[in-house]
C-alpha cells in the first residue's frame, strides 16, 4: 500500500511559527479526506474533514485545503505549540465504499519551544 | 457517545506462538470495524475490514485472520506469529455508509520474539 514502506518525512518548526502539512492523495473518485493527529504510542485522533464539494475548511487553528485538479490536500496550523508535536495523516475515502479509508505516508511534526 | 476498546495495550510473544488481539465498540450497533497495522517509523496499513458480523474483508494476504462473533467485537488473530509480524495494532470503527470519520482504540504494540 501506499502508506508502507518509507520512512516518515519530518518538519521542524518553532513554537509559534505556522506550519503547513501537504499530503498527494491517490484516487480521483475519493470525495471524503480527513486529517489525524497520531501521539507516540497512541492512536490517530481526528483533527478535521472536508468533503470534495469543498476546497476549504476551517477550524479551531487549523485549516484544511483540497486542491481536487492536483489531488493534493494540506493542513495548516496556526500559531503551533509544542503540544502539536506529533505524526500527522491524511486519510482519503472513495465514492460509495464503506467508509474505508486509505491513509497517507504521514509526516512527523517537531515543534521546538 | 461512541467508545472504542482494545487490549491489551502491550504484548510480547515468541515466533510460532498463537495471537489473540481483541476490540469492541460501545455506543452504537453495526459499526463498520477495521484492523490496521503501523510499523514503527511508517504510515497505516489496512489488513480487515467487516461491515456485519461474520463478514470479513482482507485488505493484505498475511499471516493473520480476522474474525467478527459479536455486532460490536472484532478480534485478530494468528496460528503462528511470524518476527515479521511485529507492529503497532489499531483497531477502528465507522459508523454506518455515509462517509464519517473513523475512530480509532489506543493500540496494541506486539514484539514478536
Known amino acids: 500500500g501506499e502508506s508502507v514502506g518509507l520512512h516518515l518525512p519530518t518538519l521542524s518548526v518553532q513554537e509559534g511559527d505556522n506550519s503547513i502539512i501537504n499530503c498527494a492523495y491517490s484516487?480521483?473518485?475519493?470525495?471524503?479526506f480527513i486529517w489525524y493527529k497520531q501521539e507516540s504510542g497512541k492512536g490517530p485522533q481526528f483533527i478535521i474533514d472536508?468533503?470534495?464539494?469543498?476546497d476549504k475548511r476551517q477550524g479551531q487553528r487549523v485549516t484544511v485545503l483540497l486542491n481536487k485538479t492536483v489531488k493534493h490536500l494540506s493542513l495548516q496550523i496556526a500559531a503551533t505549540q509544542p503540544g502539536d508535536s506529533a505524526v500527522y495523516f491524511c486519510?482519503?475515502?472513495?465514492?460509495?465504499?464503506?467508509?474505508?479509508?486509505?491513509f497517507g505516508k504521514g509526516t512527523m511534526l517537531l515543534v521546538s519551544p | 457517545s461512541q467508545t472504542i476498546h482494545q487490549w491489551p495495550a502491550t504484548l510480547v510473544q515468541p515466533v510460532g506462538s498463537p495471537l489473540s488481539l481483541e476490540c469492541t465498540v460501545e455506543?452504537?450497533?453495526?459499526?463498520?470495524l477495521y484492523w490496521y497495522r503501523q510499523a514503527a517509523g511508517r504510515g497505516l496499513q489496512l489488513l480487515f475490514y467487516?461491515?456485519?458480523?461474520?463478514?470479513i474483508s482482507s485488505e493484505v494476504p498475511q499471516n493473520l485472520s480476522a474474525s467478527r462473533p459479536q455486532d460490536r467485537q472484532f478480534i485478530l488473530s494468528s496460528k503462528k506469529l511470524l518476527l515479521s509480524d511485529s507492529g503497532f495494532y489499531l483497531c477502528?470503527?465507522?459508523?454506518?455508509?455515509?462517509?464519517?470519520?473513523?475512530?480509532f482504540g489506543q493500540g496494541t504494540r506486539l514484539t514478536v520474539v
Open positions: 467487516s461491515v456485519g458480523i461474520g463478514q
Open positions: 484516487n480521483s473518485a475519493s470525495d471524503y
Open positions: 472536508i468533503r470534495s464539494n469543498m
Open positions: 455506543g452504537t450497533s453495526n459499526p463498520n
Open positions: 477502528a470503527f465507522t459508523l454506518g455508509r455515509q462517509n464519517t470519520e473513523a475512530f
Open positions: 486519510a482519503e475515502n472513495r465514492a460509495g465504499g464503506y467508509s474505508t479509508l486509505t
